[in-house]
């Protein structure tokens, strides 16, 4: 089965705020994905309500269940209380931890899984407990799939980002999208599933699909949006859905 397309809202809401008005409108570009055939939608919320608000995460659960109750929520973020206090009123299918720092402009790099081990399985314990699938932001590294497995998390989502930096160097892509298969082999092996996220596009997704076979998911949002200024929301959707192997109708 091909992977699942999540569109990460973050850079809409990001133009949202620019200005003291409610437009761009995260839940219609929300529905807009989701008719066109998205699987799901992901958040990240961050402390300073940058782009995603608190506020957002109830009319987005509200969209999904009203009219999309087939779709998922993707909430990412680093676990800190307050963070896991939104996600239990968020109730989101798969809850995604990053280890950002609150000033971070985005993410950039995966999980400790050695140093952080006992902190993590504490929060995917409690997690999984409320009902969501968990997932671990985790860098391209084979020889750490084992201790992430050891926190009890059924996925990894593997940082994609130095892969989407080589756009110009097309030998220095395949030496990425190979280390990205090496790990997702890993990951694989010691029973993890695998998603995949940061600076994916249209033009470098078919490789990294070819290579990992059996992805689960992608989550995109800086690439999707500024597509989506070029050729609209929904066929934006259809165009990447095509690059990961779906049929788009």
Partial sequence: MPAELSVNLNAVAMLRNRRDLPWPSVVDMGRIALRAGAHGLTVHPRPD????????????????????PQ????????????FLR????????????VPDAPAQPTSDH????VADQDMLKTVVAQLKAQGARVSLFADAEPSVMPAAAATGAERIELYTGPYGATFEDPAAA???????????????????GV????????ANL????????????VSIGHGLTADALEYGMAETVRRFRMALGQQAG
């Fill in 86 to 97: 939104l996600v239990a009123a968020s109730r989101p299918e798969q809850v995604t931890l």
């Fill in 206 to 217: 078919p490789a990294l699909v070819a290579r990992i076979p059996d992805l689960a998911e």
């Fill in 195 to 202: 998603n995949a996220g940061h600076d994916l596009t249209v």
């Fill in 110 to 113: 995966g999980w400790d899984f």
């Fill in 174 to 192: 395949v030496a990425e999208v190979e280390r990205l298969g090496q790990t997702a082999d890993a990951a694989r092996a010691a029973g993890l």
């Fill in 49 to 68: 309500q940058r782009h995603i608000r608190f506020d957002d995460l109830p009319a987005l659960r509200q969209l999904i269940d009203e009219e999309f």
């Fill in 71 to 82: 779709a998922e929520f993707n909430i990412e973020g680093y676990p800190t209380e307050a």
